[in-house]
């Protein structure tokens, strides 16, 4: 579904992927690892045409996608899901979610699919979402992404700030989705929330990709978790 | 009825509720109970302003888009119906034919200016705006074969408006149409998309939107707004000029009306447009009472000398703007 062959971004003077390489397969979950700084935010950017890769090529499906520009992108049915909430906080909840409806009006059983997942929306509808709480910006951030079906889905570090409560809550709702066959591709840093979902990962270090694999076989590797990531799952409970 | 007249955008506040309903049946009954050709003017200049204003809140307040060419567009209102009237007679059909010029070519130059310059960074498109008024201000002064120069346009209207009170109520009712409308663009899924644009463009960009356009197309209604309303001024002044219309003190005067009213509101503007206006046509004359009354006090009649209204008029824009950070229709919702 998604392939990124050498891709290079620079940042100012900054060289921030150095040749990163890798795949998302049709139809998975995959996790995207790596220290603060590794590249992974950027990585997914430059997919959304965010940072313009410098070198490489990014390919969605049949088309590449490197030289576009990011709201030719999202119209490709790519859904990107920014890290720290990105949600328009002056807007309601309803607003939101209409906005990121390019067809119009949301579809009523898409919706209700939504309510399922994260019934505070349903509850929350109208009120403007800088009132609602960290863990239900995060759950609006991702339904608006889902609003409508997409080919893709990008998300930055959907745990970033959460209690574990709403951190459990987010991983069965990421399983549901899973059961649509939505591909996925999620950076995080919770090793446990990442286990507990992925398919495949990737892991980043320096801008590059240092290591590509099945989610439980690094899962299962303690040796390869602390020589990629420092961390070992049984720090991480 | 109501909430559909204003297009579900209620005032959320009593206080703010009764602000405008105030504001509203002043201006409706204006000529009956504030008599004399100055009170018909101020109620006349508030109507069209709250347009401009709403319009400039618009494009500064739902978009984040600074622009200082919303002058020049209220300049392009004024000259399209002076120069049509002065030089084509005082029908209706020259009215119409100027009304129609001037909106299209201030269309086609905030499509131009949108288009060139909504896609580098906001500072850029505020000085370009700032060039581009400059340059037509100067062209209103210096071609004065065509636009009487300094001196502007002096022209007549169709009978129908010659007495003062049909031309009153066709501005007022006019001016309350275009609010209206102004109101139903932000209201509108447009209007939740330049919010968007203002609140993050990045965000809105990934979610799909094209905020160029988006940003363009504002700027065109921001622009045919302004025009409306400079066509609607030209209309109550029966002239046009530089200094009436075109004047950057206006512009300053417009920034002022939206940022103590409330951004982002279009509600603010009418309470901005009129607590502006009557300090402008008022506060001389309270300053001038205030004098007369402690006159036997050392210091205070200087101080309060009608000729030092701008002091006063700009303490108690810092008073507002301290006090009202969020303007007053922010501070009456909460």
Redesign the interface.
């Known amino acids: 579904m998604l392939s990124l062959a050498g891709v290079n971004t620079h940042i100012g003077q900054y060289h921030i992927l150095q040749g990163v390489d890798f795949e998302v397969p049709r139809g998975s979950l995959t996790m995207l690892l790596g220290r603060n700084g590794a590249g992974k935010t950027t990585c997914l950017r430059t997919i959304?045409g965010?940072w313009r890769a410098s070198a490489g090529r990014v390919l969605c499906g049949a088309s590449e996608i490197q030289d576009m520009?990011?709201?030719e992108i999202?119209?490709l049915g790519i859904a990107?899901v920014?890290e720290n909430m990105?949600?328009?906080?002056?807007?309601t909840v309803r607003?939101n979610m209409?906005?990121?409806a390019?067809g119009g009006a949301p579809d009523e059983k898409r919706l209700a699919w939504i309510f399922g997942l994260f019934p505070a929306l349903e509850k929350f509808w109208q009120t403007a979402a800088g009132n609602l709480s960290g863990g239900q910006k995060q759950m609006l951030a991702i339904a608006?992404a889902i609003v409508e079906p997409r080919k893709l889905l990008l998300v930055d570090e959907p745990t970033k700030g959460l209690a574990p409560a709403i951190i459990g809550n987010m991983i069965e709702a990421f399983r549901e989705l899973k059961r649509t066959d939505t591909t996925i591709l999620v950076v995080e840093q919770n090793f446990h929330f990442a286990q507990s979902l992925g398919d495949a990962v990737a892991v980043m270090d320096s801008g590059r990709i240092v290591h590509r694999g099945r989610m439980d076989a690094l899962a299962a590797d303690s040796a390869l978790q602390a020589k990629l990531l420092g961390l070992s799952l049984e720090a991480h409970p | 009825m109501i909430r559909s007249l204003l297009s579900g955008d209620l005032p959320r506040s009593r206080a703010l509720a009764a602000a405008l309903a105030l504001v509203l049946a002043a201006l409706v009954l204006a000529p009956f109970i504030f008599p004399g050709t100055r009170s018909l003017d101020v109620a006349a200049k508030i109507a069209v302003f709250v347009v401009l204003a709403a319009s400039y809140d618009l494009l500064l307040g739902y978009t984040g888009v600074v622009s200082f060419a919303h002058t020049m567009f209220f300049g392009i209102g004024g000259y399209g119906i002076g120069l049509a009237a002065a030089n084509w007679g005082s029908g209706w059909g020259s009215l119409a034919a100027g009304s129609v010029l001037a909106l299209a070519l201030s269309a086609a130059i905030a499509f131009a200016v949108g288009l060139l310059s909504l896609r580098v960074r906001a500072i850029f498109f505020a000085m370009i705006t700032l060039a581009v008024a400059a340059f037509f201000q100067i062209l209103a002064s210096q071609l004065s074969w065509l636009t009487g120069g300094e001196d502007g346009i002096n022209f007549s209207l169709p009978r129908l408006l010659h007495p003062r009170l049909a031309s009153y109520y066709l501005v007022l009712a006019a001016s309350t149409v275009l609010f209206l409308a102004l109101l139903r663009i932000v209201n509108s899924?447009f209007g939740?998309?330049l919010?968007?644009i203002r609140?993050?463009e990045?965000?809105?960009?990934?979610?799909?939107?094209?905020?160029v356009y988006y940003r363009t197309v504002a700027n065109c209604v921001g622009a045919l707004g302004a025009t409306a309303a400079g066509l609607l001024y030209a209309v109550w002044l029966r002239y046009t000029g530089p200094a009436a219309t075109l004047s950057f003190d206006i512009m300053v005067d417009i920034l002022l009306m939206v940022v103590i009213g409330g951004m982002?509101t279009m509600y603010g503007s009418v309470l901005g447009a009129t607590i502006f206006v009557l300090a402008q046509s008022y506060l001389r004359d309270l300053m001038k009472l205030a004098s007369g009354a402690v006159s036997g006090v050392p210091l205070l009649p200087d101080l309060l000398h009608p000729d030092r209204w701008l002091l006063w008029l700009g303490v108690l824009f810092i008073l507002c703007v301290y006090y009202f950070p969020t303007g007053i229709v922010g501070r009456l919702r909460k």
Do not use: D
Not at chain 2, 202 to 211: I, N, Q, S, V
């Open positions: 959304m965010m520009k990011t709201p999202a119209r990107y920014p990105g949600i328009f906080a002056g807007l607003e209409l906005l990121a390019r608006r | 899924p939740r998309v919010l968007s609140e993050n990045f965000r809105a960009e990934a979610l799909g939107t094209r905020t982002g």
